[in-house]
C-alpha cells in the first residue's frame, strides 16, 4: 500500500492506494507544534480503522506547503513505518515537463495538480485547486505545465470579512439562489461564493485570452463541487484530483 499525504495550510490529506486504486482518504488538521509521535500514532490508528496494519504500508509520498511540519513528519514515517517517504521538491522526476519561470521554487502541490490534470484529462488543461489560497494552474497544448494563479482562496477571504467587519457574522457557504440578497446571510452568501465562481470565471477566460484557445477546466479542492456549479467555465470535478497527482509522481519516479 501506497500512502499519499498532501499537507496543506489548513488541512492534511492522507490517501491510501492499493495500486492505482484510491482506497480511502482520511484528515486532520495542520498544526506545526505537533510531534512525531502524534503523527505516527494518528496514522497508525486510521490505517487500522480501516483494516490495515503497518505492514501493509510499501511507501509514502509527501507533497508539502508547510516546511515546518516536515522534520516531525519524516520522522514519523521512519520510527513508526520504517520508510523514508518521498518528498515531492525540485529534481523530483514527475512526468511532465515544468516550464514555470523558477521550477524549483514552484509549490509542490500546483505541481501535483498539474501532473494530475494533464495525465487524467490530457493537455491542454486548466486545473482550479480550491484550498487556503485558489490556484488555477496551466498546462499548454504541448504538454508544459507553464504556471498560473494564485489567489486567496474562498474561507479565507471570508474569515479575513467576518473578523474585520464586526457586524458581519460567520455564514454557510452555500448559493443563496439570488444575486440580490434580501438580508445579510444572503447578501454575503452572493458576494462570497457567486464572486468566487465570477472571480474564477474572469481568470480562467484572461488565462484563454493569453493561449489563444479554450482548453477543459478541471475543479478539486474542497469547495469544487460547491463552486463549480456556479461556474460558467469549470468542465469537471475531481476531489481526488491531488492524490491522484501524488501517486502518478510516484509512479513517474522510475518511468
Known sequence: MLIGIDIG?????????????LCDIFRMRTKIDR?????GLFILDAIKYRGFGKEDVEDVIISSVVPAVMHSFTSAMIKY??????????????GIKIKTANPKGTGADRIVDAVAGYEIYGGPVIVVDFGTATNIEVVDKDGRFVGGIIAPG?????????????????IDLVDPKTAIGHNTEQAMQSGIVYGEADRVDGLVRRIFDQLGYETPVVATGGLASRVAALSRTITATNPELTLEGLRLVYDAREG
Not at 495550510?9 to 486504486?21: P, Q, R, S, V
Not at 510531534?35 to 503523527?39: A, G, K, L, P
Not at 513505518?81 to 514527475?94: E, M, Q, S
Open 9 to 21: 495550510n489548513t488541512d492534511i490529506t492522507f490517501g491510501l492506494f492499493e495500486g492505482k486504486k
Open 35 to 39: 510531534t512525531s509521535d502524534e503523527y
Open 81 to 94: 513505518f520504517d520508510r523514508k517517504p518521498l518528498i515531492v521538491g525540485a529534481g523530483t522526476k514527475t
Open 154 to 170: 474562498v474561507e479565507t477571504s471570508a474569515t479575513a470579512l467576518f473578523s474585520h467587519a464586526t457586524k458581519l457574522g460567520a
